[in-house]
C-alpha cells in the first residue's frame, strides 16, 4: 500500500501520466504567443538561455514593453526581457548578458528552421482560404516583398509574422473591407493574370 508508514518507495506504477508533451500553443494560439515562441534567445550563458526558454515555454515569459537601461553602459539599450545588459555591452565584455558572468556565450540561432516552420504555416494558412482571398493575399506578399527591398529596418521573420498576420485577419474575415480596397486598387492598374509576372 502507498500509505504504509515510511514506505517511500513506490510500488504501483504512476497513475497520470502525460501521453504527449506540454505544448504552449494546444489551447492558446493567439499571435502574442506565436511572437514570444519565435524568440531567438542569445547573448547569454547556456544556464541563462535554458532559463529564458523555459519560461518562453511555460508562458511565464514577459516581455518588456520599453527598453531597459543596462547596467553596463547605462543607456536605455536593453530590448530582451531578464536580460540586464545590452547586447553591445554583452559582447564587448564577453559576459553574459543576464546574470553578468563571464561565462561562454550563446549566440541567438540562426533564424533558418524558424523561417522555414513560418513558411509551412503561411503555406497551411493560405491553403485553407477560398480562392478569391488567396489570391488578393499572394498580391499582398508580393507588394510586401517589393516594399521590403527598399526598406531593409524589417528583417525577413518580422515581415514573415506581419504576413501571418494579415493572413489570420483575411482568414477570420476582419478587415475584408480593406483587402477589397485593396484588390479594386490593384486591379486597376493591373491586370488579372499577372501575377507570376515580376515588375519593377
Ligand atoms: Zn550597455
Ligand atoms: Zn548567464
Known amino acids: 500500500m502507498s500509505s504504509q508508514k515510511g514506505n517511500t518507495s513506490r510500488s504501483r506504477p504512476q497513475k497520470h501520466k502525460n501521453r ?13 504567443t506565436k511572437i514570444i515562441n519565435s524568440i531567438q534567445v542569445g547573448d547569454v550563458c ?29 543607456s536605455k539599450a536593453v530590448k530582451q526581457a531578464y536580460h540586464v545588459m545590452c547586447s553591445a555591452c554583452g559582447k564587448q565584455s564577453g559576459k553574459c548578458t543576464k546574470c553578468c558572468q563571464s561565462k561562454t556565450i550563446v549566440e541567438a540561432e540562426a533564424t533558418e528552421t524558424q523561417q522555414l516552420k513560418l513558411d509551412n504555416e503561411l503555406k497551411d494558412l493560405l491553403k ?39 493572413l489570420n485577419t483575411l482568414k477570420l474575415g476582419e478587415g475584408d473591407d480593406d483587402f477589397d480596397d485593396f484588390l479594386d486598387e490593384e486591379e486597376d492598374e493591373d491586370s488579372d493574370n499577372n501575377q507570376s509576372e515580376e515588375e519593377s
Not at 508562458?59 to 553602459?73: A, I, M, N, S
Request: include cysteine.
Open 20 to 32: 504527449t508533451a506540454f505544448k504552449n500553443t494546444l489551447h492558446d494560439t493567439s499571435q502574442r
Open 46 to 74: 547556456v544556464r541563462c538561455k535554458e532559463i529564458i526558454e523555459w519560461k518562453i515555454k511555460y508562458k511565464k515569459y514577459k516581455p518588456l514593453t520599453q527598453p531597459r537601461t543596462c547596467v553596463k553602459c547605462g
Open 128 to 166: 485553407s482560404l477560398p480562392e478569391r482571398k488567396r489570391r488578393t493575399f499572394l498580391r499582398y506578399m508580393n507588394r510586401k516583398e517589393k516594399d521590403q527591398e527598399d526598406d531593409d529596418k524589417k528583417t525577413a521573420s518580422e515581415n514573415r509574422e506581419d504576413l501571418l498576420d494579415k
